[in-house]
């Protein structure tokens, strides 16, 4: 079955500490997103890696960097976490080219920051 | 930019149709999606639809997609209350690989007994 695994279900975490999300995909993927989901806003896109050691900045970077050491992992991190960062954040997969893109979604991460 | 939007809620009785809908303005989208999240849980894909298609069928399920009018539809016939989820709408660019995909809002289905 594929998988992709956030190691954190939810968090709390104090204003002005340091924050790492982590993601293992099980798929080889090549492609690895981080977005952030927030009522009536839906999911916006925070980076994403199409390779290792690659990144991209996607809508709403700022406050955020992100770490691909390797294929399988994709790690998020709040370098200050403030409190406008409580959200839900949600680590995807896909292989590109060929199929139809589907994007594989892991549980989800619920940082609350206070 | 690109964007998609969606209505934020839909209310229907158990056994009704559902009708979700959903506008895109990117022109150049070669695939567009809808993805299910079951409270607690992350997305999952339920169905897809090419561009150069007018409509799915899958079970219950059907898309339309209108592309002159850049509006996409999912339709859930016989609604059952195990089908309350958010419903999100997702469209792929035609940016080769790097297979980002832009949501929409979410759409809260609620399916009353």
């Known amino acids: 079955d594929v998988k992709v695994t956030q190691s954190s279900r939810y968090l709390v975490k104090r204003t002005g500490e340091k924050v790492f999300l982590e993601c293992v995909q099980d798929?080889?993927?090549?492609?690895m997103f981080w977005y952030r989901q927030d009522p009536g806003l839906g999911l916006r896109l925070i980076y994403f890696?199409?390779?290792?050691?690659?990144?991209e900045k996607g809508d709403i970077p700022e406050g955020y960097s992100v770490s691909r050491e390797k294929k399988e992992r994709f790690s998020l991190i709040l370098e200050s976490a403030s409190t406008n960062q409580t959200s839900m954040y949600l680590c995807?997969?896909?292989?590109?080219?060929?199929?139809?893109?589907?994007?594989?979604f892991g549980e989800g991460s619920r940082l609350t920051v206070l | 930019g690109e964007d998609v939007e969606q209505s934020l809620f839909l209310s229907v009785r158990e056994g009704d149709s559902s009708v979700i809908n959903c506008t895109y303005t990117?022109?150049?989208?070669?695939?567009l999606y809808w993805y299910k999240q079951e409270p607690g849980a992350g997305l999952q894909l339920l169905t897809y639809?090419?561009?150069?298609?007018d409509m799915k069928q899958d079970q219950r399920l059907t898309v339309l997609l209108n592309k002159k009018d850049k509006h996409l539809s999912l339709r859930i016939a016989d609604t059952q209350t195990g089908d309350s989820a958010i419903y999100f709408c997702?469209?792929?660019?035609?940016?080769?690989?790097?297979?980002?995909?832009?949501f929409g809002q979410g759409t809260t289905l609620q399916v009353k007994p």
């Open positions: 995807a997969s896909s292989s590109p080219g060929g199929g139809n893109g589907e994007l594989f």
């Open positions: 798929m080889d993927h090549e492609n």
């Open positions: 890696s199409y390779d290792v050691k690659m990144k």
């Open positions: 990117d022109s150049s989208s070669t695939y």
């Open positions: 639809i090419f561009s150069n298609m």
């Open positions: 997702a469209e792929r660019g035609d940016e080769s690989n790097t297979g980002k995909l832009i």
